[in-house]
């Protein structure tokens, strides 16, 4: 990873961005730059606050996802695809109405497509093991029969996602995963930043 940048001490001038000018938004641009070179310690920060909950399941979030991951990596899974375990749940506090698509929006811009689909639609490749318990089709999945990232995601349930509740796993730690994640997330990939995200400013 390229040495990171500093957080700037400086600010912009405008009160309104009809008053900006070139150097203010040099200085908002470095900014931006130090915040994508600082990803890793923010999704730390929030990952552990997947500790405070345990949903009335046998392990908190926190352990959960650490033993998806781990069970992923010990299985010889890629790096992106690890990360993409570790992280998958990390919606589960600021939106539990629709947890995935915080994960999804977070690995899109650094993993392929096919993982990006995987961890957006975990949800209900999930709910084969548990829906019809709740009066729902376990089945729902199905909505998906023949898309190409179908496999995948039924996979990563079936192997990883589903299995990992078991309190005597021997899971890493979460430092454990530091060096794969700022391998996965040393750099978004250009063609998948949103311009209108960058930076941000609304
Ligand atoms: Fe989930
Ligand atoms: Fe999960």
Not at 42 to 54: E, P
Not at 92 to 105: G, K, M, Q, V
Not at 180 to 200: D, N
Request: proline fraction near 5%; charged fraction near 20%; charge should be negative.
């Amino acid at each position: 990873m390229a040495t990171a940048s500093k957080p700037t001490e400086r600010r912009a001038g405008f009160r309104a961005m009809t008053e900006g000018t070139a150097e203010d938004w040099a200085i908002i641009g470095a900014d931006y730059l130090h915040s994508l070179q600082t990803t890793v310690p923010r999704i730390m920060g929030h990952l552990r606050l997947l500790a405070d909950g345990h949903g009335g399941f046998a392990v908190d979030r926190l352990e959960h996802s650490l033993q998806t991951a781990t069970r992923a990596h010990r299985a010889g899974r890629s790096d992106d695809y690890v990360a993409c375990a570790l992280l998958h749940d990390i919606g589960d506090t600021l939106c539990p109405a629709d947890h995935p698509s915080i994960a999804a929006a977070i690995v899109a811009p650094y993993v392929g497509e096919e993982l990006t689909w995987m961890v957006a639609h975990h949800a209900v490749f999930q709910g084969y093991y548990y829906f019809h318990h709740l009066g729902l089709d376990r089945n729902a999945r199905d909505k998906y029969a023949g898309h190409p990232y179908y496999d995948l995601t039924e996979e990563f349930c079936a192997e990883f996602d589903q299995a990992a509740f078991d309190p005597s796993y021997p899971s890493m730690a979460l430092e454990d995963f530091v060096p794969l994640l700022e391998h996965v997330f040393a750099a978004p990939s250009a063609s998948r930043v949103q311009a209108e995200a960058t930076p941000s400013a609304s």
